[in-house]
């Protein structure tokens, strides 16, 4: 079975610019979580989204905002970038909305704002 | 709201000793804990989780970690540490039953030396 892919795996942006990140959730799961492990910062939760809405957002501003497609791959994009969000933007996968099930993690995106 | 605490930044142990992450919660209600784990430039990968029952719980690896709700505290343990266990770990906590989010602690590197 594959995991949780993301791509690109790098990503180099000037500030202002946009970035679109992409997910591919495990075959079977419908909900969708995007996190920030930015240095210092620890992992921090975006979005989360669930049959094709969005369920919840993390303390992020509006610029950070994603969609997910009707075969339940999501997309995280950044409008704006500042350097602070350079950071490796993971996304993870789950096979329900049951609180009890865990989230598979993909390898994340490497974004680097200059 | 809900938080995890990891008091340890870092934790050494030699191969062959035993290996113990600290790990303790905050949450209002019933929490559901997991244990993840992180190699250098890659995701998190799934250890173990606490839902109900049992206290101890047996994962991936030769891991396991005993709930305490007096303590607050779900901590990782492996009897006997392997070099190859040198990596990142992350505690989250999920509360029951609204809120699908992981709330992750700072994690603590462990080093094993050989």
């Known amino acids: 079975e594959a995991g949780v892919t993301q791509s690109p795996t790098h990503l180099i942006k000037t500030r202002g610019q946009q970035a679109t990140l992409r997910c591919s959730p495990i075959s079977g799961h419908t909900s969708v979580y995007w996190y920030q492990q930015a240095l210092g910062l620890g992992l921090q939760f975006l979005l989360w989204?669930?049959?094709?809405?969005?369920?919840n957002r993390g303390n992020f501003p509006p610029r950070f905002s994603g969609r997910q497609f009707p075969n339940y791959s999501s997309e995280l994009n950044v409008n704006a970038l500042e350097l602070e969000d350079s950071a490796l933007y993971l996304c993870?996968?789950?096979?329900?909305?049951?609180?009890?099930?865990?989230?598979?993690f993909g390898p994340g995106t490497r974004l680097t704002v200059t | 709201a809900q938080s995890v605490a990891q008091p340890e930044d870092q934790v050494n142990v030699a191969e062959g000793n035993p290996l113990t992450v600290k790990c303790t919660y905050s949450v209002s209600g019933n929490p559901y804990l997991f244990w993840y784990v992180q190699y250098p430039n890659r995701g998190l990968q799934f250890l173990l989780k606490?839902?109900?029952?049992?206290?101890l719980v047996k994962g991936s690896y030769g891991f396991e970690a005993e709930f305490n709700k007096s303590q607050t505290s779900f901590h990782l343990k492996k009897p006997s540490a392997l070099v190859s266990d040198s990596a990142l770990y992350f505690c989250a906590v999920r509360a029951v039953p609204n809120d699908y989010k992981l709330s992750f602690g700072a994690g603590t590197t462990v080093t094993v030396r050989a």
């Open positions: 989204y669930d049959e094709g809405e969005e369920r």
């Open positions: 606490y839902i109900t029952g049992d206290n």
């Open positions: 993870a996968s789950s096979s329900g909305l049951a609180g009890f099930y865990e989230q598979y």
